[in-house]
């Protein structure tokens, strides 16, 4: 039976397009209450007032850079200030860099870890007492099929990712017993903002899924009776990414690194 998200409160990161911004349309259409954050917080508003006026629901907005560990915490208080007890929490907003680290930017990639690692990690560990309490909800990181192997050209891309992918696992298992679902998300190429923002299209590997193919997926996982620890959006990515864990190291970096360079 699919999960039932009306009369609770679901928080988004990186709602303001992609795949966050269509997470936020599946569970506003399933009933859930949001809490949408990001840092463009026109496109925000915009998002929320139209979910308002078509599903009957209520969602808040939140503005905050969360590559800053400051705003962790005010994303909370924000939620406590309102009294609102969030359920369900979709830790999404993330990007990429590409290119050779030693010309890479140190404050960019700096930042593309305090986001993809630092918020998810944050906002994972300050909500899961809420989310375990709730047991009714779920917590969906999303990682990427860039987490199943070393990615040259993308190294910190793909170890934040390997970082979600290997976090969130551990956490849907130490709750396994609560109610709580858990999965990291790992998508391939979807098409959203993600590679206006790498700059590249090179980093693409594979066919384009849309992000409602993606969020599909997750809602799937979600409704099934056991929610797989990780989800792998496609059946092309599925295989990719079990050879990329399969793969020997030696033999999948110089394949990965072609693949990344074309
Ligand atoms: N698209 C793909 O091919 C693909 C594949 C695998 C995994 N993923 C993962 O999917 C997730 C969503 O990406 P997407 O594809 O939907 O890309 P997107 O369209 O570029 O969306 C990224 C979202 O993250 C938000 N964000 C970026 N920096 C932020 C910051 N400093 N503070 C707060 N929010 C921030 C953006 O909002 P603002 O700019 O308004 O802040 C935007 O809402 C990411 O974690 C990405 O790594 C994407």
């Not at 463009?40 to 939140?62: K, Y």
């Not at 590409?98 to 010309?103: I, K, N, S």
Request: hydrophobic share 45%.
């Amino acid at each position: 039976m699919a999960l039932q998200f009306a009369a609770t409160t679901a928080l988004v990161t990186g709602a303001s397009s992609g795949l966050g911004a269509e997470f936020a349309r599946a569970l506003a259409a399933r009933g859930a209450d949001l809490v949408l954050v990001a840092r463009r917080v026109d496109r925000l508003e915009a998002l929320a007032r139209d979910l308002e006026a078509r599903h009957g629901i209520t969602a808040r907005i939140v503005g905050a850079d969360l590559a800053d560990p400051a705003s962790w915490a005010r994303v909370r208080a924000f939620t406590e200030a309102e009294g609102v007890r969030v359920s369900t929490l979709v830790n999404n907003a993330g990007f990429a860099t590409h290119g050779v680290l030693a010309e890479a930017d140190p404050d960019r990639t700096d930042e593309e870890v305090r986001l993809n690692v630092g918020a998810l990690t944050a906002l994972t560990r300050l909500y899961l007492p809420d989310l375990v309490s709730e047991g009714s909800g779920a917590l969906v990181n999303v990682a990427s099929t860039a987490g199943f192997q070393p990615v040259p050209l993308m190294a910190v891309y793909g170890a934040t990712k390997a970082y979600v992918r290997s976090f969130t696992a551990a956490v849907a298992w130490e709750t396994r017993d609560t109610g709580l679902r858990v999965t990291a998300l790992c998508p391939g190429a979807t098409r959203t903002e993600f590679f206006d923002v790498v700059g590249s299209d090179d980093a693409k590997v594979g066919r384009y899924q849309s992000p409602e193919q993606v969020v599909r997926t997750a809602l799937r996982a979600l409704d099934g009776r056991r929610t797989p620890p990780v989800v792998v959006s496609g059946a092309a990515n599925r295989v990719g990414a079990a050879l990329g864990r399969l793969a020997p190291t030696r033999l999948g970096l110089p394949l990965t690194a072609a693949l990344m360079r074309r």
